[in-house]
């Protein structure tokens, strides 16, 4: 199988009048509707607008894929598109694309699925396929692109086939009130602390945060109405502001990193089983991308 096999000219939209991600793909889901692929449009929107953005893969500067699964689909079918400006991934992201891909299918044909979601990560990881389709003017002009319609489907999916490579992270010296900024401001349960190198020293998570600050706002609660000056008295000594804890004295050292050649089935189980969200992935100790255990879920069951 190549993605010849899945990818019909009709489905290939240049240009596409999108202006975000989500109008982007609710544009090339309505193209299912029109091929016969998809018996309804708006269950397929409504499964994008569900999915976090940080689990769309960006592969390299110029594309993201989009995965659907959904009842509405008779059969895995593809649609790609291509935007006049540039794309923000979410709200306040530096990363941003023109390239939109959307693979959707039943929840009964996930392996084929996921095979075709690779297939692309692939072919669009060769920085000449996305230039080859950014300089196409139509349909028929991507379907002459043989590095990206013939492209053959792997039989195993890798770790490092779905993990998301960018990655946001803190310094041991960053605060937890800039910790916790970042983490709330994208939405992240966790995040990586890495050295100057970008080694994985660590993860700090919002509970790591939470069992800190805690504390110190109990005791704001039980002093009352008593002075400031006052309440300062029954503190401790040496009580330090959380907020200005440096990561490294909170983080947890004891990371489970991920290899991107690790096969999908291999790490799935110990993923669910493993109290994180959040798993960096790490080559010779250098983070290189970030698996959540919610996408996976999600690959691999369609919850």
């Given at each position: 199988m190549n993605l010849r096999d899945l990818l019909s000219p009709e489905r290939i939209v240049i240009p596409l009048p999108a202006k975000t991600l989500h109008d982007a793909a609710e544009q090339l889901i309505a193209s299912f509707v029109e091929t016969g692929t998809a018996s309804e449009a708006s269950k397929l929107v409504g499964r994008v607008s569900e999915t976090p953005p940080d689990e769309a893969l960006a592969v390299g500067d110029d594309a993201f894929?989009?995965?659907?699964?959904?009842?509405?689909?008779?059969?895995?079918?593809?649609?790609?598109?291509?935007?006049?400006?540039?794309?923000?991934?979410?709200?306040?992201?530096e990363k941003s694309a023109r390239i939109v891909v959307v693979v959707a299918g039943p929840p009964k044909d996930t392996p084929t699925l996921l095979q075709y979601v690779t297939g692309f990560a692939h072919a669009l990881g060769n920085k000449a396929v996305p230039a080859a389709i950014l300089a196409a003017s139509s349909a028929a002009e991507v379907e002459e692109i043989s590095d990206l319609m013939d492209v053959e489907l792997p039989e195993v999916i890798l770790v490092g086939?779905?993990?998301?490579?960018?990655?946001?992270?803190?310094?041991?010296?960053?605060?937890?009130?800039?910790?916790?900024?970042?983490?709330?401001?994208?939405?992240?349960?966790?995040?990586?602390?890495?050295?100057?190198?970008?080694?994985?020293?660590?993860?700090?998570?919002?509970?790591d945060l939470l069992a800190l600050a805690l504390p110190r706002y109990l005791k704001e609660i039980r002093s009352g109405g008593r002075s400031s000056a006052e309440a300062e008295l029954e503190e401790d000594d040496e009580a330090v502001d959380p907020e200005n804890v440096p990561v490294r004295d909170v983080m947890d050292r004891s990371v489970l990193c991920l290899s991107e050649d690790q096969s999908l089935g291999e790490v799935a189980a110990l993923m669910v089983a493993k109290d994180a969200d959040r798993f960096p992935v790490a080559r010779d100790g250098i983070l290189v991308g970030i698996l959540t255990r919610g996408g996976v879920v999600r690959l691999l069951f369609g919850t």
């Open positions: 894929i989009l995965h659907v699964r959904s009842g509405e689909m008779e059969s895995v079918a593809a649609a790609i598109g291509v935007t006049a400006e540039p794309m923000a991934l979410e709200q306040e992201s086939d779905v993990m998301r490579r960018k990655a946001r992270s803190v310094t041991p010296e960053t605060t937890l009130r800039e910790a916790a900024s970042m983490m709330t401001r994208y939405h992240l349960g966790s995040i990586p602390v890495l050295s100057d190198e970008g080694e994985v020293l660590g993860m700090v998570s919002g509970r």
